[in-house]
Nanobody, 125 residues
């Protein structure tokens, strides 16, 4: 499967943005998926994950309540709705996928086999 992230951009602090990850090559419903982000000079970190079906989700503590991960298997796409953005949310956001059972909810320690190229989110203060 190939993953293509999009929707990043420049937004003011307190604003909202929705980024997308479109799968191609194979149907996204074969994979459980997640978002990671990487800020300059820092390691890539887990943001949120979602199961193949059932909408089971897992969030990093710092994002829960502000970010919402979702997916629409009909459109082979995963989303990340980000609200009340802060300058420290500025990063390149990557989508990732792993083969798993239907209800499995991915986390930061899973070994993701597939990665998108990233989309840049910049939050100005």
């Amino acid at each position: 499967v190939q993953l293509q992230a999009s929707g990043g951009g420049l937004v003011q602090a307190g604003g909202s943005l929705r980024i997308s990850c479109k799968a191609s090559g194979r149907s996204i419903d074969r994979y459980t998926t997640a978002w990671f982000r990487q800020s300059p000079g820092k390691e890539r970190v887990f943001v949120a994950g979602i199961s193949r079906v059932g909408g089971f989700t897992n969030y990093a503590d710092s994002e829960e309540g502000r970010f919402t991960i979702s997916r629409d298997n009909r459109w082979n796409t995963m989303y990340l709705q980000m609200n009340n953005l802060k300058p420290e949310d500025s990063a390149v956001y990557y989508c990732a996928a792993i083969r798993a059972i239907a209800s499995y909810t991915p986390g930061p320690r899973d070994e993701y086999n597939y990665w998108g190229q990233g989309t840049l989110v910049t939050v100005s203060s």
